[in-house]
């Protein structure tokens, strides 16, 4: 599953399609089908690359509005990876979604989470020995936040895995239901999904918003390399959405 969801989603990208519709224009010898590839090329090409689109549609796809005001305290934040990248000599740096990390520590700051659990190991088809948890608790270290107060889960390669291996986790500890759930405003319709129905009660806390969140005005029309790009991370949770959904708990 982990396999075909990879092979999915490469043929689902918006570029995929743009550069098959462009090479079958190119090999193709009737002129009337030519321009009518082209002309499908361009047009998927342009609804794609225009924040107007993109914003119907993540607006749609955004998880459903909740206050995390059920209690003043929860007894732990579960942070999702995916906000680091690994570098070429085996360490790390933070990437563009930081804020999930970013926003863990002020929970715990605030006092609003009592603990912070980092679940993420290495989602890559051949992984190396690099555990993206591990090296995020090295940070949380330097941080000074105390050992007593992180949990680390370093197997899961997926959104799946993150939400099983959680459970297993959680399971050994004394911290108590609900959880707070820490990841990427596009990502929590399906990791809400995911852990609810592997049994993991979970209150979404929502952040590193996308540029989709900005006021609507005309420029939204014209095309964007960044809008363009986006669609990679939509189309990416609307295949783990389905896989998500067909997977046996």
């Not at 321009?35 to 993540?58: D, E, G, N, T």
């Amino acid at each position: 599953m982990f396999i075909l969801s990879k092979l999915l989603l490469f043929l689902l990208f918006p570029i995929t399609w743009v550069l098959v519709l462009l090479v079958s224009a190119l090999l193709v010898k009737n002129t009337k089908r030519k321009r009518w590839l082209l002309l499908s090329c361009l047009i998927v090409f342009y609804l794609f690359s225009i924040p107007a689109l993109l914003k119907v549609y993540a607006e749609s796809w955004r998880y459903p509005a909740t206050s995390t005001v059920k209690s003043p305290t929860y007894s732990c934040a579960i942070v999702l990876g995916g906000f680091s990248s690994e570098k070429y000599d085996g360490g790390a740096y933070f990437n563009w979604a930081a804020d999930r990390f970013i926003q863990a520590i002020k929970l715990k700051a605030s006092g609003q989470a009592s603990h912070i659990l980092i679940t993420s190991g290495n989602a890559s088809i051949k992984p190396d020995a690099f555990k993206e948890a591990d090296w995020v608790n090295t940070q949380l270290k330097e941080m000074n936040i105390p050992d007593s107060c992180i949990l680390i889960e370093n197997r899961s390669r997926n959104t799946i895995e993150n939400a099983l291996y959680t459970k297993q986790l959680l399971a050994k500890t004394h911290l108590q239901p609900p959880y707070l759930l820490v990841t990427s405003d596009f990502h929590m319709r399906r990791s809400m999904l995911i852990f609810q129905k592997t049994g993991v009660n979970v209150v979404p806390y929502p952040c590193n918003y996308s540029t989709t969140v900005s006021k609507f005005n005309w420029g939204n029309f014209l095309p964007s390399s960044v809008t363009f790009s986006e669609w990679d991370l939509y189309t990416k949770e609307l295949v783990g959405y389905i896989v998500a959904t067909l997977h046996k708990y």
